[in-house]
Every structure is written in C-alpha cells, then in structure tokens.
C-alpha cells in the first residue's frame, strides 16, 4: 500500500472529513522519482471545529505520525471546517516551488 493510500485511510478513519485531497508533490523536489515524501492534505472535518490551526496540525500529525518515522519528509495542511469551506472564496493556496538546496551546497556530497 502507498504512503498516500495509507495517509487517506487514517484520516478518513480518524476525522471523517466531508472533503479530504491528498496531493503528492515530491516531483517538485529533488527526490528520486516516484518518492512520496512531499505531500498536501486538504482536509473538511467538523472534527477541526474549536480547534486553533496549531491544534489542528497537531491532530493530523499525530494521526500521521508514522509516515513521519518511515520517510515522510514534508507535510502541507490546509484543514477547515464545514463552514469554513463554505465560506472559502479562494482557492487552495498552492506550495511554493522547490529552491533545490542541493545546488547552492558548498561541499560535493
């Protein structure tokens, strides 16, 4: 089973979200292709109500923590409520594109 697969069963278990995107994003990374490493989850839950954002990226990374130990490397949340999507009159921030670190390193690693 994919990371991605096994992200979407664990919040869809966990937060019953009306909404729940799981984008992989790895390939805009310097990752070896096919890496699932860099990922964006749009997540609609009534579970999210009177939560903060902290305490809302909390929630979802202690339910994904165990990507984290086996190579997740980046996560990107975007977690609403019902009614906060309702009111969403823009779209969903996009991420910024990879500034490649490894060709501005000094050493030849």
């Known amino acids: 089973m994919s990371r991605l697969q096994r992200m979407n069963d664990a919040l869809s278990r966990e937060l019953t ?16 292709a096919g890496s699932e490493t860099h990922v964006k989850v749009i997540a ?8 903060n954002r902290i305490a809302r990226h ?20 975007h977690l609403y409520t019902p009614q906060e999507w309702a009111l969403q009159t823009d779209s969903v921030p996009t991420s910024p594109n990879c500034l490649d670190g490894y060709k501005h390193r000094k050493d030849p690693a």
């Open 58 to 77: 909390r929630l979802v990374h202690g339910i994904l923590v165990d990507e984290f130990t086996t190579g997740l490397h980046a996560l990107t949340l």
């Open 17 to 32: 979200p009306d909404t729940l995107t799981i984008e992989n994003e790895s390939s805009h990374h310097h990752v070896p």
């Open 44 to 51: 609609v839950s009534s579970k999210f109500h009177a939560l």
